[in-house]
């Protein structure tokens, strides 16, 4: 990395995601949530700037701060769907229905589950990267006390000193653990399928910043659930599910009344701290709908 300059802004919504929601060109609708129960106006933003945070999967490399994760993880990530989407919605307007199966479907899971992980939205506060990356220090400087090691002992009292150091320690060891192999979830996802959702008319799906919902029917949202089921917009007219249909019973496609997508929308909106849509008037409604 020496001589490269390190990407500090981090998209969690990849692009390749946000360009099937523009309204123009690479203009997209955006609001991000302003208090608890109250988003701001819609704003017609280039995706550049949105759905981004300032050193979001930045990590300490040999106590130099890096942005492999961004670059090589999340990276591979994005291009992969920037190639798929377009892929699947070239086959629905030519007539298909897009199919996966084995390793493409396997790719295809872990791809969602990485994107349902990678969000800080609806989980996570900014503001603890800090205590997290303190609490690990603080180990840290127990460990080295207990035998007698001074020169760690002194580093560790100084970062203690440095806020900014703490939170570059929480980060690393969040984002290190956002991307850690979760061999039992892998196996777990080898029982979900690929169904998807179109609907026609004025109704359409916003994109929510939580990016995949995961759907409980009435039921735990975990994987625990055999009813969950994994919704992720990929267009205004398009959603992509991942659920259990042991006996295939659903079909590849299933058409949506405008209540349900209408419920899906609020839904996102409650689980999002950002959203956004191709739409200023469906943006202005459904985050009008948490006012008080």
């Known amino acids: ?30 609001s991000s949530r302003l208090t608890a129960n109250a988003f701001g106006a819609p704003e017609c933003r280039n995706i550049n700037s949105t759905f981004r945070v300032r050193d979001l999967y930045t990590v300490l490399d040999d106590s130099i701060l890096s942005d492999r994760v961004e670059r090589d993880f999340y990276g591979a990530l994005d291009d992969y769907f920037g190639k798929l989407l377009p892929e699947v919605n070239q086959c629905f307007e030519k007539g298909g229905i897009p199919i996966f199966q084995d390793t493409q479907l396997r790719k295809l899971r872990s791809a969602v589950f990485e994107m349902l ?14 205590a997290l990356g303190r609490e690990a220090v603080k180990e840290c400087l127990a460990r080295a006390e207990k035998i007698d090691d001074l020169n760690n002992s002194s580093r560790y009292r100084a970062i203690l000193q440095d806020d900014k150091k703490l939170k570059a320690w929480g980060r690393d060891i969040r984002v290190r653990g956002t991307i850690t192999k979760m061999d039992r979830v892998l196996e777990k996802l080898e029982e979900y399928s690929v169904r998807w959702i179109e609907i026609d008319g004025k109704c359409s799906f916003v994109l929510p910043g939580s990016i995949v919902l995961r759907v409980g029917n009435g039921g735990p949202n975990g994987l625990i659930n055999p009813k969950m089921e994994m919704w992720m917009p990929i267009g205004p007219k398009r959603c992509m599910v991942l659920l259990r249909d042991v006996d295939s019973r659903i079909p590849l496609i299933v058409f949506e009344t405008a209540k349900r997508v209408r419920n899906f929308n609020e839904f996102a909106v409650r689980q999002s701290q950002s959203v956004a849509s191709h739409s200023e008037k469906l943006l202005k409604s459904v985050t009008n709908f948490c006012k008080p």
């Open 1 to 30: 990395m020496s001589g490269e300059k390190r990407s500090r802004l981090h998209h969690y919504v990849p692009k390749a995601l946000q360009r099937q929601f523009c309204s123009d060109g690479e203009k997209i609708w955006y």
């Open 117 to 130: 992980k990678r969000t800080p939205e609806g989980k996570f506060n900014f503001g603890e990267d800090e």
